[in-house]
């Protein structure tokens, strides 16, 4: 399964385009790469700080309020030079990530972040937990081919609120009840 733009483009055209592509994107991720867990977030870099919209976890990473923003290797990878960031092993990700330890604790060893840009900046990331090892050359190629779908569901979501939207459906009724 790869990237159907015609797909995309109908999806976007529907109600709740944000939350049904960024569904259409998981299922595409899904499939071409599996992977052990998935959040995503927006970033406001005119205030350095970014907030988790989306998680498979939300007990281990639950959708909350912004935080800032660490200039960090992940920073100067991803925000600075808008590339994908990824990593193979826990000793990796700990020397970028504070969490290194509960992403180990929850049974996960390398990562991959695929960026949302647009404009020429970042405006969210699709964040990637697998096992060690998951995230080789071949399996991060594959999941690059699905970067407009990741840079469409943000672009989306930046058409609703920006304080406050997720890509969870529960979330969709309840900022537009209207249209439930």
């Given at each position: 399964m790869s990237c159907?733009?015609?797909?995309?483009?109908?999806?976007?055209?529907?109600p709740y385009a944000a939350r049904r592509v960024f569904a259409y994107l998981l299922d595409g991720l899904n499939a071409e790469i599996g992977k052990g867990l998935t959040t995503a977030s927006v970033y406001d870099l005119s205030r350095m700080r970014s907030?988790?919209?989306f998680s498979e976890n939300v007990e281990a990473y639950a959708l909350g309020g912004f935080k800032p923003l660490e200039r960090n290797r992940y920073y100067e990878t991803v925000i600075a030079s808008n590339r994908h960031f990824s990593t193979t092993t826990i000793e990796q990700i700990a020397e970028v990530f504070f969490d290194?330890?509960?992403?180990?604790?929850?049974?996960?060893?390398?990562?991959?972040?695929l960026p949302?840009?647009?404009d020429g900046r970042v405006i969210g990331t699709v964040n990637l937990l697998g096992p060690r090892g998951h995230f080789t050359q071949e399996t991060v190629?594959?999941?690059?081919?699905?970067?407009?779908?990741?840079?469409?569901?943000?672009?989306?979501?930046?058409?609703e609120d920006t304080e406050t939207a997720t890509f969870h459906p529960d979330t969709a009724r309840a900022a537009r009840p209207d249209q439930a």
């Open positions: 159907d733009m015609t797909a995309l483009f109908r999806l976007a055209a529907e907030r988790r919209v290194w330890e509960k992403i180990r604790d929850l049974g996960f060893e390398s990562n991959m972040n949302a840009i647009a190629a594959r999941a690059l081919a699905w970067q407009p779908a990741v840079t469409a569901a943000f672009l989306l979501l930046n058409l």
